[in-house]
């Protein structure tokens, strides 16, 4: 189950999972994992559970009309190959069109990936943008785009 998140609660649910992730197995610092574009009205959260048991979560963040960023993709280590990161695109990129789209119906979707994950964004259906490979907290990471038309 994908639920968007409404309640202070179920953001420190995703918190919890995302330290989990980053902070313990990748070794981001905490500050850098948990930032200001949390809390902004415009960010949407995503808790992905199943059984009672929390899974997962992804974050959209708005940039302009018709373009917005998918991140802090983290799925447990227990849960990992069973399609809870595939959901949480599905529905992540679901609520981007409807919110984030121009007024033509267009949306760009953008995603810092780490190198690792470029495989899984790919069957997602994003693609790598041309350009160099960057440090982000520490991991190498390319970006990677996908594009959505709603007509
Ligand atoms: N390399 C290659 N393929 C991968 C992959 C990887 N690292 N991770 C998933 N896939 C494939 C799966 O095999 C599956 O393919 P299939 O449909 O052909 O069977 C498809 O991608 C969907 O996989 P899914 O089970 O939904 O992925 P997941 O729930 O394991 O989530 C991540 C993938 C990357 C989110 C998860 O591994 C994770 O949280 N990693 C640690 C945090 C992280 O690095 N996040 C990304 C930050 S940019």
């Known amino acids: 189950m994908i639920e968007e998140v409404t309640t202070r609660e179920q953001l420190e649910r995703c918190w919890a999972i995302r330290l989990e992730v980053f902070v313990e197995e990748q ?10 574009i949390d809390l902004l009205e415009s960010t949407v ?7 009672g048991v929390d899974l997962g979560t992804a974050r959209i963040v708005a940039e302009e009309a018709g373009r917005c960023h998918i991140g ?7 849960a990992r190959g069973t399609g809870v990161g595939r959901e949480l695109m599905e529905e992540a990129a679901r609520i981007a069109v409807e919110r ?9 979707i953008a995603i810092s990936a ?10 997602c259906g994003y693609v790598l943008v041309p350009g160099e490979r960057y440090l982000d907290a520490g991991i190498w ?3 990677m785009v996908a594009h959505f038309s709603g007509q």
């Open 141 to 143: 990471h390319r970006d």
């Open 27 to 36: 070794k981001v610092s905490e500050d850098e994992e948990i930032d200001a």
């Open 72 to 78: 802090r993709v983290a799925v447990r280590k227990l």
């Open 100 to 108: 984030y789209s121009d007024s033509r119906g267009n949306l760009e």
């Open 45 to 51: 959260h995503f808790l992905a559970s199943r059984d």
């Open 114 to 123: 780490q190198e690792h994950a470029i495989p899984f964004y790919e069957l």
